[in-house]
């Protein structure tokens, strides 16, 4: 039956409607920050097809927190509307460079930076975080492992030299990319991917906030 792929953890997202016979149906749309508003209609163009499907794949980042949520949730309520699978697939592995030997690094945010290794289509790592300042080392590193260097982000935005600045090159996740990730992945992989419920790829646990009248919540309690 056809699989229905959502990549929405970049401005540039993606949907793939993928039949029994390997044709596609693809859609895209640019949405900085309105991945709710601009992701139905081609969403409903595609289910216009009626198709019966088999599963949904979503990525889940790193990338867009509000674009992954909007995409995962999506994902959920089609697969629920459908009775079948929905999965969540790191985003990281939808990028063209993804089925070679390569490093990929993303801004978190305040000082810090993330990175994670793939190869074949597959993680070798999952992203981890570090300190702005030891980025250089890490690429460098991985420079010398011949690995590509790629990021989802602008690469001007990294605090590097520019001759670390050159060998970066900005990739866009896919659909087709998730598809093909999914297709390439093995059963252990997929297993593993079918039982962890669907969630954003988070770098840093959730925050809590602290109550700020501690003592109302013991008497509550």
Known sequence: MPTLVLETSTPTASLLLVQVDGSVSPRSFQSDRSHNAEL?????????????????????????????????????????????????????????????????????????????????????????????????????????????????????????????????RREVPGASGLWSAWQGADPETRRRWLEEPPQPLYLKPPHITAAKRPWLVEQQG
């Open 40 to 168: 139905f209609r081609p969403l409903q163009e595609l289910m216009e097809e009626k198709p019966k499907l088999e599963l949904v794949i979503a990525g889940s980042g790193p990338g867009s927190y509000s674009g992954t949520r909007v995409g995962i949730a999506a994902a959920q309520g089609v697969a629920i509307a459908m009775a079948c699978p929905a999965v969540a697939i790191p985003s990281i592995l939808g990028l063209p460079g993804a089925t070679a030997r390569a490093l990929v690094i993303g801004d978190a945010r305040r000082g810090t930076c993330w990175t994670a290794k793939v190869a074949a289509g597959s993680l070798e790592s999952p992203p981890e975080l570090c300190e702005a300042d030891e980025l250089a080392r890490i690429i460098q590193h991985a420079s010398d492992e011949g690995r590509a260097i790629l990021t989802m982000e602008e690469p001007g935005r990294f605090p590097l030299p520019d001759d670390l600045l050159a060998v970066i």
